[in-house]
């Protein structure tokens, strides 16, 4: 697909054959071939994922500063659209100033629904732990779990809140509490086979090796085909 990719953006210099070029090269870890080509391309109006790829790459060479750049220069056209590419510059850096400062900001005045401040959270401590600041990371999977607690109403109704939780308490290693919420959200989606595997995961963490195996082994799962 990469290499169709390439022939295209060499016979038509539109947006489109660039675009997916580079979106290629950065999921066969070719981040450069992404910078040179997004750096001299010009997205249109409302392209987000040009500025998360190209923040990406960045990120993925550990130019964290030029990540940081990317996703200011984002923000500054499209405010609040790219947060998650600030937030995991600050992680890398270590910037616990500027993180507390923007999620305070994010919890006064974002209105999204999809990325909610817990999910900003917690992508921000899996950074911070990646880079050694453990006890920072604590600290902010500890305050995303006191936001979820404040939205019990919201939880019933919103399945992606729902989701959103049982990867918190997972991060924070609350093995009990993301068993049982990834298994709830199993239950209401047969289908649902990332929730299942926290499920064994979780059991797994807390030494429950018996329920482990079984949701690794092949078998027929009710409402899923299986191929054996």
Request: net charge positive; no cysteine; glycine share 6%.
């Amino acid at each position: 697909t990469h290499r169709l990719a390439q022939m295209e953006a060499a016979r038509d210099s539109a947006w489109v054959p660039l675009w997916l070029t580079s979106y290629h090269a950065l999921w066969l870890n070719r981040p450069r071939e992404t910078i040179r080509i997004l750096s001299g391309l010009k997205p249109p109006p409302g392209w987000i994922p040009y500025w998360n790829a190209l923040g990406s790459a960045h990120h993925s060479l550990g130019e964290f500063d030029e990540e940081l750049r990317v996703g200011e220069s984002g923000n500054a056209a499209y405010p609040g659209r790219l947060v998650v590419v600030e937030l995991r510059a600050l992680g890398a850096k270590g910037d616990i100033s500027r993180i507390r400062a923007m999620i305070d900001s994010i919890e006064r005045t974002s209105t999204d629904t999809i990325a909610t401040p817990a999910d900003h959270m917690l992508s921000v401590a899996l950074e911070l732990r990646a880079h050694g600041h453990e006890r920072d990371a604590d600290d902010m999977l500890t305050h995303a779990r006191q936001w979820i607690a404040t939205r019990q109403a919201e939880l019933s109704k919103r399945r992606g809140l729902r989701r959103t939780a049982a990867n918190v308490f997972f991060a924070s290693r609350q093995f009990d509490s993301a068993q049982a919420r990834y298994a709830a959200l199993a239950a209401e989606d047969t289908f649902d086979i990332m929730a299942r595997g926290r499920v064994g995961s979780s059991a797994a963490l807390r030494g429950d090796t018996a329920t482990a195996r079984r949701i690794a082994a092949v078998q027929r799962w009710p409402g899923v085909r299986s191929r054996v």
